[in-house]
């Protein structure tokens, strides 16, 4: 099956610093990846629409300047949280599919979790 | 704008009883809808789907789900639960006809059996 290797599993950062985590579909090529930010016992938040070759679609209230989306390839898209501040201490996860349309259902990461100290 | 609505946020369910989550969506047109599960150490995967036909799903692991177009239900089910089924299940929605086809996932209900 369509498998998501996300990277890395784990990260504590210290206030003012940046993190990146890459995301790479392994076994399928994703012209869109989807990256989402899970508080705790809440649900997954759609943060960005990454999309191959131009710019991320940035939901409302999601700072796309802390925020940074990179979208290089078919195979990889990277999350950068810039200036990262203890608020922003959470746990993300991206998501693609394998084939084009709406029924097709979404492939998961395993999920970062980020702690900004 | 689109919203995913779960009803129970934990349920304790003892092996062998039936399971119903419930799931209601705020979108009035075309809709796809799913149904992830995520278990204790795992990522999201899917459980099932619906996107056309039948409105009687069957998933994996026993799993069912039945969508009410005119409630604006997706709601799961499954007869008889098992100690292995002790997990996070989440409804998903995205709309037919948007572009990307973002999904919007309700908050999770964390379902545990007792052995």
């Known amino acids: 099956g369509a498998v998501v290797s996300q990277h890395p599993s784990r990260v504590i950062c210290k206030s003012g610093t940046s993190v990146k985590i890459e995301c790479r579909s392994l076994?399928?090529?994703?012209?869109?990846m989807f990256w989402y930010r899970q508080f705790p016992k809440q649900s997954l938040m759609l943060m960005a629409t990454s999309n191959e070759g131009s710019k991320a679609t940035y939901e409302q209230g999601v700072e796309k300047d802390k925020f940074l989306i990179n979208h290089a390839s078919l195979t990889l898209s990277t999350l950068t949280v810039t200036s990262a501040h203890p608020e922003d201490s959470s746990f993300y996860i991206c998501?693609?599919?394998?084939?084009?349309?709406?029924?097709?259902?979404?492939?998961f990461g395993n999920g970062t979790r980020l702690t900004v100290t | 704008a689109q919203s995913v609505s779960q009803h129970n946020h934990h349920v304790i369910l003892s092996e062998a009883a039936s399971l119903e989550l419930g799931c209601n969506y705020s979108?009035?047109?075309?809709?796809?809808l799913f149904w992830y599960v995520q278990y204790p150490g795992q990522h999201l995967q899917l459980l099932l789907k619906y996107f056309s036909g039948d409105p009687l799903v069957k998933g994996i692991k026993g799993f069912e789900a039945e969508f009410i177009k005119s409630k604006f239900s997706f709601n799961l089910r499954k007869p008889s639960v098992q100690w292995s089924d002790t997990a996070e299940y989440f409804c998903a929605v995205n709309a037919g006809n948007t572009g990307g086809f973002k999904t919007i996932f309700g908050a999770g209900t964390r379902l545990f059996v007792k052995a």
């Open positions: 979108y009035g047109g075309t809709v796809n």
């Open positions: 076994d399928f090529q994703a012209t869109t």
């Open positions: 998501s693609a599919r394998d084939s084009f349309g709406g029924h097709s259902p979404l492939h």
